[in-house]
């Protein structure tokens, strides 16, 4: 590929199901000019249950599709997949693959206030203390509390973001948390931009509430322009969306989560 090949070519995403799409929307209103190829792996999701192994395994399959489409860099939109593959996917492709999860601890830490934090995310990314690791190396002192809170992707691909039943569920969660006088909550997954509306409603201004999802497409920005890669046509971008299992639920959704309409969802087969 030439230079300006490259610079034309689409900007590959995965997540293991729809909820990377809240990265996608970030991308699209910093960078309107990219055209991006989207991978949802919604046969096998969830990942965040999963072991180390197999989400390494998946990730090296999601990314090896989207190279094969002809992407530029890959963004991975899915915490439990950056927590456990990152390092692996960077030393085996050849485009730069840029993660969640340091955005979100740069997010996390931008507020120079920020002194008590507490990290929901899967059982996988809890488990894996990346983000507790990076945010105690960048701020020593800084108190941590990370519980895992598996029930909340089911309810966000569900659709039920309103539902009381979640609210029952989210005070099960953050209770403890906000005994221990957390002021800042890292969303530790890109399903849970979703709860943000049912989030605030009960923390209130109490707590900062950090999504990686806008932090990344700056950082995916910065990667392009450092490697000359943004795109200089002035052709309308496209958007391509691929599924693993294609159902009507998961289209809905996505476009819920994408926040408009886009083509035809296409199946891939990994
Ligand atoms: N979107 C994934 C993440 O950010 C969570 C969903 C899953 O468990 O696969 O970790």
Known sequence: MTSSDSQQAPLGVFDSGVGGLTVVRALRELLPNES???LGDTARVPYGSKSPDTI???????TQFLVSHGVKAVVVACNTATAHALPTLQATFRVPVIGVLEPGVEATLSDPGCERVGIIGTAGTIRSSAYQYALAMRKPGLQIHA?????LVPF????????PALKLVLKQYLDPLLEKGMDTLVLGCTHYPLLMPILNNMLGKKVRLVDSASTCAAHTQRVLEQQNLLRTARSKPSL?????????QAEAL???????????VKKANL
């Open 147 to 151: 519980t895992a809170t598996p029930l």
């Open 36 to 38: 991006i190829i989207y």
């Open 156 to 163: 966000v691909e569900e659709g039920w973001t309103e539902h």
């Open 240 to 248: 391509e969306i691929y599924l693993t299992d294609l159902s009507e």
């Open 254 to 264: 996505a476009k819920r989560f994408l926040g408009t309409d886009f083509g035809k």
């Open 56 to 62: 390494r395994r998946f990730s090296m399959e999601d």
